[in-house]
């Protein structure tokens, strides 16, 4: 099956730097790529539809300064977490559709994010 | 908020019983999954049923829809310890190129 690995697994950062997280579809192309919020136990809530070539489509109340989406191929997507605080703590998944059906998504292993 | 609730929140049974687990949604949608999570993992797939369907089989899994309440329902038979996970509904709506999550429930089976 379709596979999405993301990088880091895990990563823990300082209050006010940025970090940078990696989605991949590793056997497949991905014109658009999702990319999800989860606080501990709470669900998954859609930060952003990441479109390859074009500007990032950001949910409601979704600050796009803050997190900055490049999709500058058709399989990758980064997320990058700009001047981060301790709210921003959470575990980052992503996601790709293969082909043009969004139900039939893939998802990444997700990306642990702490800030201290 | 489109996004769909789940019921109950929380549920913790012996291992061997049967799991049910429901779900909500608000507007029409083209289809329904559910998605098993491990604490700190990624998402598992689990089924899909279409708007069209009303109940769906796989394994241990039974799955029903019914539009008219806008509502699905995920059964596990013959609960095993490896069930232990959070279950998730997803739904794409129409004319919505997305998926929206419910709220999940946390299934516990205990040994």
């Known amino acids: 099956g379709a596979v999405v690995s993301q990088h880091p697994s895990w990563v823990i950062c300082k209050s006010g730097t940025s970090v940078k997280i990696e989605c991949r579809s590793l056997d497949f192309q991905a014109t658009t790529m999702f990319w999800y919020r989860q606080f501990p136990k709470q669900s998954l809530m859609l930060m952003a539809t990441s479109n390859e070539g074009s500007k990032a489509t950001y949910e409601q109340g979704v600050e796009k300064d803050k997190f900055l989406i490049n999709h500058a191929s058709l399989t990758l997507s980064t997320l990058t977490v700009t001047s981060a605080h301790p709210e921003d703590s959470s575990f980052y998944i992503c996601?790709?559709?293969?082909?043009?059906?969004?139900?039939?998504?893939?998802f990444g292993p997700g990306t642990r994010l702490t800030v201290t | 908020s489109q996004q769909g609730e789940e019921d109950p929140q929380a549920l913790s049974i012996q291992e061997g019983e049967n799991a049910t687990m429901n779900c909500s949604y608000k507007?029409?949608?083209?289809?329904l999954q559910w998605y098993r999570q491990n604490s700190g993992r990624g998402l598992v797939h689990l089924i899909l049923i279409r708007s069209n369907e009303r109940e769906k089989h796989s394994g241990r899994l039974r799955v029903t829809l019914d539009t008219s309440k806008k509502s699905s329902s995920l059964l596990i038979t013959a609960s095993r310890a490896a069930d232990t996970a959070s279950y998730f509904c997803a739904t794409d709506f129409q004319g919505a190129q997305k998926l929206v999550f419910g709220q999940g429930t946390r299934l516990t089976i205990n040994p």
């Open positions: 996601s790709a559709p293969l082909g043009s059906s969004v139900y039939e998504q893939y």
């Open positions: 507007t029409s949608i083209n289809n």
